[in-house]
């Protein structure tokens, strides 16, 4: 019984590297969220998906893209990291958002 | 103006104390409320949603004011076990929820 699973759990990057970070749900949920959360500014949506092939903005998307080509997978890229990228990124599922979300545990990012 | 505002804290409370958080939000829309809990280094959980008619799950309590736009956590006989932040969330429109920035809650022995 995974849930949302992220990986990698932690990264390190130098600037301007890039990488892909992985969110696989097993919950059928038909929408995922990608959140970023810094200290004192809460979690502060990335990018969105309201179903199989959909993505949408959020609050924050510069400098990040996604995909959700399967359903059970959200996949949040950096193009070419920076410090300012530098967080501890959530990923969310939902069947409905009267149900609240269900988080997976995290990916701590580092950009030196 | 936050869309979500919680006050940070952190609330200091001795074992067995009670507790209140409030929180305001700025969206008269808002359709669905809850409160979220997240540990030091871990994902926020799903505590409680919380309905108009105020709701009760053992040692907490929360409450929905509309006409005020502010939503409150209850929790009596604090364990140790409570010490955490504490997320207001709510749904603005769509399928999102807005995250407040938390209050952080530290119950000692």
């Known amino acids: 019984n995974a849930g949302v699973t992220q990986t990698p759990k932690f990264r390190v990057l130098k600037t301007g590297q890039s990488m892909t970070l992985l969110c696989a749900q097993d919950?059928?949920?038909?929408?995922m969220y990608w959140y970023r959360q810094d200290p004192g500014m809460g979690l502060r949506l990335i990018h969105y998906?309201?179903?199989?092939?959909?993505?949408a903005k959020g609050e924050v998307p510069d400098g990040y893209n996604v995909s959700r080509l399967k359903k059970q997978n959200f996949l949040l890229g950096l193009e070419s990291a920076a410090p300012s990228q530098t967080s501890v990124y959530f990923c969310?599922?939902?069947?409905?958002?009267?149900?609240?979300?269900?988080f997976g545990s995290g990916t701590r990012l580092t950009v030196v | 103006r936050k869309e979500v505002e919680q006050d940070p804290g952190p609330f200091n409370v001795p074992e067995g104390a009670t507790v209140a958080f409030n929180c305001t939000y700025s969206?008269?829309?808002?359709?669905?409320f809850f409160w979220y809990r997240q540990d030091c280094r871990k994902e926020p959980k799903l505590l409680m949603s919380?309905?108009?008619s105020g709701n009760e799950d053992g040692r907490f309590t929360a409450q929905l004011n509309r006409a005020s736009q502010y939503i409150s956590l209850l929790i009596r006989d604090s364990k140790l076990s409570d010490s955490a932040t504490y997320l207001c969330?709510?749904?603005?429109?769509?399928?999102?929820?807005?995250f407040g920035a938390g209050t952080i809650l530290r119950v000692k022995s």
């Open positions: 969310a599922g939902s069947q409905q958002v009267n149900y609240g979300y269900t």
């Open positions: 919950m059928n949920h038909e929408y």
């Open positions: 998906s309201v179903g199989e092939g959909t993505t």
């Open positions: 969206n008269s829309a808002s359709q669905s």
């Open positions: 919380v309905y108009s």
């Open positions: 969330v709510v749904n603005e429109y769509g399928n999102k929820l807005v």
